[in-house]
């Protein structure tokens, strides 16, 4: 469906926008999407989904990160998250940072990094100094009550997947190498490959 700027189309447009400000979830939540979806192509859309990015609300800032893919513009969905992992609402920037992940927008491990400085519950600390290392070196290593854990990420393909493989030993992504991990991961089969397609922006990836 095209829009313009005709009496109908704002209408349209103003009718999705309160949806996607409304409390109950089902209908904020096909609100956004739409709104989302809009602002591939819609100047409108994409202004209304900024200033729901720049919302009083934290929760309405986060709603506005949710859905960004790779049809959306690389330079204003790096804006929108940059101000996301800035963001005072430590909800709103491991939002961000996920999404950083998903969209493959690794320039933003740097502004992640900042952030962390000023996360205080180790569960969000942990997961946004993951993030950083799936960006930067293509996988993240920690340890918790249950022993070793790897993460590792697929950024070849859209939307980048991110697994949590099991019988990894730990320094074994050190010794065969990312590449042979990532191989031997999705051999393994039941990862949701086939969900994923080419990038419609050209790769930058640096892992």
């Known amino acids: 469906m095209a829009f313009d700027h005709s009496p109908s189309d704002v209408l349209a447009i103003d009718s999705i926008v309160k949806a996607s400000r409304h409390p109950r979830k089902v209908v904020w939540e096909t609100g956004v999407i739409m709104l989302t979806q809009l602002a591939q192509t ?13 919302d009083t609300a934290s929760s309405m800032r986060a709603r506005s990160l949710f859905y960004l893919t790779d049809q959306h513009e690389r330079k204003y969905c790096l804006e929108l998250l940059e101000s996301g992992v800035g963001d005072r609402s430590a909800h709103v920037a491991h939002v961000a940072a996920w999404k950083a992940v998903k969209l493959d927008l690794h320039e933003l491990s740097i502004a992640i990094e900042d952030r962390l400085e ?10 946004l100094q993951m993030t950083v290392g799936l960006m930067r070196n293509g996988f993240y290593e920690y340890h918790n009550e249950n022993g070793y854990n790897i993460v590792v990420a697929f950024p070849d393909r859209y939307p980048t ?12 992504v050190h010794s065969v190498g990312l590449e042979k991990l990532r191989e031997r991961i999705l051999e393994s089969g039941g990862h949701g490959v086939g969900t994923t397609r ?8 640096n892992v």
């Open 198 to 205: 080419d990038w419609q922006w050209p790769k930058t990836s």
């Open 118 to 127: 000023t996360i205080r519950k180790p569960i969000v600390k942990l997961e």
């Open 161 to 172: 997947m991110v697994i949590w493989p099991g019988g990894v030993s730990e320094g074994e």
């Open 42 to 54: 819609n100047e409108s859309a994409q202004r209304e989904l900024t200033k729901m990015a720049q």
